[in-house]
């Protein structure tokens, strides 16, 4: 229902249904099924125009499941130490996906896309902890995952 309030005045200017039934129920989420690593190109490649050869990994998230199918919103957190995910902090990325969709990306190797989370891995991290919950199109939140994707030896100096 769509209401206007002025002072004690209210008046109803419509209402709308966003699904056939209410959805109270959260969303049932694994959280990360695989990851792949792209580490760093070095020297940073002639390639193509918008190529940085920045690092970055790529996740592929286990299919949401609820009740009411739709587009999920993923809230993304990182942690660079090793220490464990606090979900009580703010997130790093939100990214709404389509159902069909199931990548994320952590970082990017385009000069041209400014869009999406910005990550470099810090000097000698072998390992980056991800944090991720899912919402559905109601706001119903899934647990938190978390999870440990290892991102190969530490580059010799």
Do not use: M
Not at 63 to 79: F, I, M, N, T
Not at 92 to 115: F, I, M, W, Y
Not at 117 to 125: K, N
């Amino acid at each position: 229902q769509v209401v206007v309030a002025q002072d004690k005045q209210r008046a109803t200017l419509g209402a709308f249904r966003t699904s056939a039934v209410e959805d109270r129920s959260a969303p049932a989420f694994a959280g990360v099924e695989s990851a792949h690593y792209t580490p760093p190109v070095v020297p940073p490649p002639n390639g193509g125009l918008c190529d940085s050869g920045r690092e970055h990994v790529e996740l592929k998230l286990t299919p949401l499941r609820d009740d009411q199918a739709g587009s999920a919103l993923y809230l993304v957190w990182l942690s660079n130490d090793g220490s464990r995910i606090d979900f009580t902090a703010p997130p790093r990325h939100a990214q709404l996906l389509r159902p069909s969709d199931r990548t994320l990306q952590v970082g990017s190797s385009s000069k041209c896309n400014a869009e999406g989370l910005s990550w470099a891995a810090r000097p000698g991290q072998t390992e980056l902890h991800v944090g991720l919950v899912a919402y559905d199109e109601a706001g119903n939140a899934s647990p938190p995952t978390e999870r440990v994707i290892p991102l190969g030896a530490p580059a010799k100096p």
